[in-house]
């Protein structure tokens, strides 16, 4: 089956190629699904360049060790190359382990999600049955093949992290994404304001489309005196950062007394540099998110529970991501440059096989 895989990390494109490699067989309780589409996340690029790993080797519960692990279980090690990208998707299921679970799936399409060493940009996936999400055919395959990664993601940041109350601020940055257009959707389902910063006029009338209530052209307008003015000076009570460097410190200054700063990317690939008092004097905090880890922590009930709230506001259209372009799995690396040229206007999708 072909499989895109990563052989060595870099910074560019050049060591990404589809490879050939026998199709996996399902254990007991998995299922293997035939793949149809899946998207190209900012997460997918740091799979390539190798941030991750980065990152990983300075946690506490790596230091001393080759092999830097993604928690402190050391249940999940970061992968050895070569591995197979991709984070999610959508897929039927062609066959099945022993299981009552993995049995009913058999035939249904599923939305999944995953990883290296074995990623949803190949043809065939296996995966645990109980990861896998059956999703309602009035879904299309390009919105189910988005509908783990960043609904998951935002809807458990705002309710579960930020707990988000009715009537407040909130500011975001790179609010053109797909997670920023969900959360400006979700801010009318619970009630409050967004506060949302852009790089460019094209990304300002997306924003302003979807439902933003104030949007700031980071790239000629000042922040601080855009939210001073929106909140009569009182400040936001909560921060969604993906961005990091000197956007996130300027964002960590716009909330108010008792603010929180919740910080879940790293686009700018720059570390975010403030002084103490800056957290100090406004009693704000700052926490990090990395959903992973964050659903590690959560119990079953909790997910269950998400789950189900996911796929009720999906039928309100909530987690829509727009389209840029479709590619075929052989033109990859032609789909990932498109995927990091700023100022697309909607995700790139890998068919991996035909319906
Ligand atoms: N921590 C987690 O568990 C988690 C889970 C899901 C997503 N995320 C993160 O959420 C973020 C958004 O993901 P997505 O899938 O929604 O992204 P996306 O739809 O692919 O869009 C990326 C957006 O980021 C903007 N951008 C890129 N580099 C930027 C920079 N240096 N400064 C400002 N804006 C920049 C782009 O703006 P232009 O349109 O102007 O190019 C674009 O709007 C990513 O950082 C991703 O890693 C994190």
Partial sequence: MKSIQVSKLSSGFENVSVQN?????????QVKVRMLLSPVNPSDINFIRGDYRLALQAMIWNVGRDTPSFSPTQLLPYPALPYALGGE????????????????????????????????????????AKKALPLPPTLSDEQAAMFIVNPLSAYAMLSKVLKVKSGEWLIQS??????????????????????????STA?????????????VDTTTEDICGIVAR?????????????????????????????????????LANEPISFSSRDLMMPVTRMSG???????????PLTILTILHRL?????????????????????VVDALNLATTPGRGGKVLLRMSER
Avoid at 108 to 121: D, E, F, H, L, S
Avoid at 289 to 299: G, H, K, V
Wanted: hydrophobic fraction near 40%.
């Fill in 21 to 29: 490699v026998d199709a996996p067989n399902p254990a007991s309780g």
């Fill in 89 to 128: 998707g959508v897929g039927i299921v062609e066959s099945c382990g022993k299981g009552w679970l993995a049995k009913r799936l058999l035939g249904k399409r599923v939305a999944v999600a995953g990883g290296p060493p074995n990623g949803t940009w190949q043809e065939y996936c296996v995966v645990d």
């Fill in 174 to 199: 790179a609010a053109g994404s797909a997670l920023g257009q969900i959360v400006i959707r979700l801010s009318k389902v619970f009630g409050f304001r967004t506060i949302n910063l852009v790089r």
């Fill in 203 to 215: 990304s300002a009338e997306t924003v302003k489309m979807a439902g933003g209530d104030v949007v």
């Fill in 230 to 266: 929106a909140t009569k000076g009182q400040g936001v009570r909560y921060a969604m950062d993906c961005v990091g460097g000197s956007l996130a410190t300027e964002m960590l200054r716009c909330l108010s007394i008792d603010g929180h700063m919740v910080v879940y990317g790293t």
């Fill in 289 to 299: 998110f990395y959903t992973p880890n964050w659903l590690s922590q959560q119990s």
């Fill in 311 to 331: 796929k009720k506001l999906q039928s309100a259209g909530i987690f829509d991501a727009s389209v840029e372009r479709i590619f075929p799995v052989e033109d």
